[in-house]
């Protein structure tokens, strides 16, 4: 099997059980992307649906704000976990409480 994982320990536990359990982030990374939803709101294009991803919005500055945010606490999390992958969209995924 090809190591998708960086450290022998985690490619084991892969292979052994088909799948990894990662702390990936701590409670205050959650709180900062929490916060920054909070503060940017969605675009108008994304508030009508039930289900939305950030990424299909029109609004372009909006795509590229939440992507740069979600990459710049991600990406270096990424490196350190995964062998030779990298990031390619970061966005957010929403619901609507009734759905």
Do not use: W
């Not at 084991?12 to 799948?19: F, I, P």
């Not at 929490?34 to 969605?42: D, H, V």
């Not at 990424?78 to 970061?90: A, D, K, Q, W």
């Amino acid at each position: 099997m090809y190591n998708v994982f960086s450290t022998a320990e985690l490619q084991q536990e892969l292979e052994q059980n088909g799948y990894v359990v990662i702390d990936f982030l701590i409670e205050s990374e959650v709180q900062t992307l929490l916060n920054f939803y909070q503060r940017n709101s969605l675009p108008e294009d994304l508030v009508k649906h039930s289900v939305s991803f950030s990424i299909l919005s029109s609004d372009t500055s909006y795509r590229q704000l939440v992507s740069c945010e979600i990459k710049n606490l991600f990406a270096p999390k990424l490196i350190t976990i995964f062998s030779e992958y990298r990031g390619l969209l970061y966005n957010f995924a929403t619901k609507k409480r009734s759905v």
